[in-house]
RNA sequence: GUGGUUGUAGCUCAGUUGGUUAGAGCACCAGAUUGUGAUUCUGGGGGUCGUGGGUUCGAGCCCCAUCAUCCACCCCA
């Protein structure tokens, strides 16, 4: 037998980084419910169809699909062949492969709205924290398994959504320490403007995906870009003056008037945008009218997160509004508006900034030392009143040398070691030791528990 | 999907133009030390050199394949 190994792309996760990642998604689940949030769970698996053609080419290209289950029978061979042959054409087959691992959140909570529109209440506030699964090549921050967290509202389309949204945004990360993050903040209607001021709405998705890699390539390359896309020079001057908008919020905001006003489209994105952040409390919103994100069913409201700029990390959470997501599933007039937060990429962000709290990682806090059998039968009866005073504790299971158990109680980060032999026993004590600084104390056997509850909670 | 990088002890790595029985540091175990973490000393266990083929008298080293890794592109979180 080889060695074992995980398949490309995926983590196991050890104790301290399941600690510190359920640290960042309970504290984005709180969040999420505070503002009225209800969560929803989907299986890991949907039928392909669901899946095959909302992500466009690329995405298709990205799901996993599931080999059907019974193909070596023979009644099956016909069935087996035929597909294979759809497969070999770059089809996919149903014949092979009829279900697949979830992609995103996103579609299976739209399949999930439109089964389901004639008994949900409206607006609908849902939360969803899942794996999804992506055949992609890993790289750094990059993952073939990863979790998503996603919080959306759908049948509604008032702007006070988008605020809720920020405002979410602001607690969570306030929360977590990350008090510099930036939301950027544009409208695709005035993308969709800017696209119908240089020729047409048809544009509209060669602009997005040119301009989305303005920060990682530059204006000169992003001119190519378009060029190569079959924009002519004077629509390129044009998206590069609009590119060049800067200043605070109020006077991009003018900017932009006087650039596109005249457009109806540009008119009401502007005027989303300026409600937005005239309500918005915050100063880490920020207008960014270079912001396009990719993804094609957004037509409103578009944010993305950037961690604060003394770390390398591309960003952290992102969303938009979208107005008949649940039409690709035959239920049409279901607008909606959501935010992600990258899991992942925020534990990084925390990790790198140092901005885990200590009681993130905690793990047993007391441990007993194991000074021969009769003592240790005791002191694991003693134990037992200190568990069941919520402190975490364990007894050594065996009786070895003092060093050995002090070494095991330093890798295992405990902060207090009981020693309780056959002197203390006599006197009715116990000696407790803070090991990181070394101080012994001397307490009565009945009092231990309340010794150690206000220790703990003083630390 | 395209191009490149790396893979030797639990960890970090060395290993000469292919040549005896593959090394170091750290970690681990035992003893010096049978109730207080250090240091020091002595001894010890650990490897099918990622995996499978091939070339050769001989392969950790060369060739092919494969798996994993990291990086860039594509795309995306």
Same mark, same amino acid.
């Given at each position: 037998?080889?060695?074992?190994?995980?398949?490309?792309?995926?983590?196991?996760? !050890?104790?301290?980084?399941?600690?510190?990642?359920?640290?960042?998604?309970?504290?984005?689940?709180?969040?999420?419910?505070?503002?009225?949030?209800?969560?929803?769970?989907?299986?890991?698996?949907?039928?392909?169809?669901?899946?095959?053609?909302?992500?466009?080419?690329?995405?298709?290209?990205?799901?996993?699909?599931?080999?059907?289950?019974?193909?070596?029978?023979?009644?099956?061979?016909?069935?087996?062949?035929?597909?294979?042959?759809?497969?070999?054409?770059?089809?996919?087959?149903?014949?092979?492969?009829?279900?697949?691992?979830?992609?995103?959140?996103?579609?299976?909570?739209?399949?999930?709205?439109?089964?389901?529109?004639?008994?949900?209440?409206?607006?609908?506030?849902?939360?969803?924290?899942?794996?999804?699964?992506?055949?992609?090549?890993?790289?750094?921050?990059?993952?073939?398994?990863?979790?998503?967290?996603?919080?959306?509202?759908?049948?509604?389309?008032?702007?006070?959504?988008?605020?809720?949204?920020?405002?979410?945004?602001?607690?969570?990360?306030?929360?977590?320490?990350?008090?510099?993050?930036?939301?950027?903040?544009?409208?695709?209607?005035?993308?969709?403007?800017?696209?119908?001021?240089?020729?047409?709405?048809?544009?509209?998705?060669?602009?997005?995906?040119?301009?989305?890699?303005?920060?990682?390539?530059?204006?000169?390359?992003?001119?190519?870009?378009?060029?190569?896309?079959?924009?002519?020079?004077?629509?390129?001057?044009?998206?590069?003056?609009?590119?060049?908008?800067?200043?605070?919020?109020?006077?991009?905001?003018?900017?932009?008037?006087?650039?596109?006003?005249?457009?109806?489209?540009?008119?009401?994105?502007?005027?989303?945008?300026?409600?937005?952040?005239?309500?918005?409390?915050?100063?880490?919103?920020?207008?960014?009218?270079?912001?396009?994100?990719?993804?094609?069913?957004?037509?409103? !409201?578009?944010?993305?997160?950037?961690?604060?700029?003394?770390?390398?990390?591309?960003?952290?959470?992102?969303?938009?509004?979208?107005?008949?997501?649940?039409?690709?599933?035959?239920?049409?007039?279901?607008?909606?508006?959501?935010?992600?937060?990258?899991?992942?990429?925020?534990?990084?962000?925390?990790?790198?900034?140092?901005?885990?709290?200590?009681?993130?990682?905690?793990?047993?806090?007391?441990?007993?030392?194991?000074?021969?059998?009769?003592?240790?039968?005791?002191?694991?009866?003693?134990?037992?009143?200190?568990?069941?005073?919520?402190?975490?504790?364990?007894?050594?299971?065996?009786?070895?040398?003092?060093?050995?158990?002090?070494?095991?109680?330093?890798?295992?980060?405990?902060?207090?070691?009981?020693?309780?032999?056959?002197?203390?026993?006599?006197?009715?004590?116990?000696?407790?030791?803070?090991?990181?600084?070394?101080?012994?104390?001397?307490?009565?056997?009945?009092?231990?528990?309340?010794?150690?509850?206000?220790?703990?909670?003083?630390?």
């Amino acid at each position: 037998m080889s060695k074992p190994s995980l398949p490309q792309g995926t983590r196991d996760f !050890s104790a301290e980084t399941v600690h510190k990642r359920n640290y960042i998604l309970s504290t984005i689940k709180q969040v999420f419910e505070l503002y009225g949030f209800q969560p929803l769970e989907t299986p890991a698996m949907e039928n392909l169809e669901t899946l095959m053609g909302k992500y466009g080419e690329e995405g298709d290209r990205l799901i996993f699909k599931i080999l059907n289950n019974g193909l070596n029978d023979p009644k099956n061979t016909d069935k087996a062949k035929a597909g294979f042959e759809k497969v070999l054409e770059g089809k996919n087959s149903p014949l092979l492969t009829e279900r697949a691992l979830k992609y995103d959140l996103t579609i299976p909570f739209a399949r999930y709205v439109a089964m389901n529109h004639g008994i949900l209440t409206f607006p609908f506030k849902r939360y969803q924290i899942q794996p999804v699964w992506r055949a992609d090549r890993p790289q750094k921050g990059r993952y073939r398994e990863f979790t998503q967290c996603d919080a959306d509202i759908v049948g509604s389309n008032a702007l006070m959504n988008e605020l809720d949204l920020t405002n979410i945004y602001h607690d969570v990360f306030n929360k977590l320490g990350l008090k510099e993050y930036t939301l950027k903040i544009n409208n695709r209607k005035i993308l969709l403007a800017l696209a119908e001021s240089c020729g047409g709405e048809h544009l509209l998705t060669d602009i997005t995906i040119a301009i989305d890699k303005l920060d990682k390539i530059g204006i000169d390359k992003v001119k190519i870009e378009l060029e190569q896309r079959g924009l002519n020079e004077a629509q390129i001057k044009s998206i590069e003056t609009y590119l060049g908008i800067n200043g605070t919020n109020a006077e991009k905001l003018i900017s932009i008037t006087q650039l596109l006003g005249v457009n109806d489209n540009a008119k009401n994105g502007i005027e989303e945008l300026t409600w937005i952040t005239q309500q918005s409390t915050t100063a880490n919103i920020e207008i960014d009218f270079t912001l396009a994100r990719g993804l094609n069913y957004y037509t409103g !409201s578009i944010f993305e997160v950037k961690a604060p700029e003394t770390v390398q990390m591309g960003s952290i959470g992102g969303g938009g509004r979208y107005d008949n997501l649940t039409e690709l599933f035959g239920v049409a007039g279901i607008p909606g508006v959501g935010i992600s937060f990258g899991v992942d990429r925020i534990f990084d962000v925390l990790e790198e900034l140092n901005l885990f709290p200590a009681n993130a990682q905690l793990g047993t806090q007391v441990i007993f030392f194991n000074l021969g059998e009769s003592e240790s039968l005791y002191a694991y009866s003693i134990m037992q009143d200190v568990r069941k005073n919520g402190i975490s504790a364990e007894l050594y299971h065996e009786p070895v040398k003092m060093d050995k158990q002090f070494k095991f109680a330093d890798k295992k980060k405990i902060s207090y070691a009981v020693i309780l032999g056959s002197k203390e026993i006599e006197e009715k004590i116990c000696l407790v030791k803070h090991l990181k600084t070394g101080i012994q104390e001397s307490v009565t056997i009945d009092g231990l528990s309340d010794y150690l509850k206000n220790k703990i909670s003083t630390e």
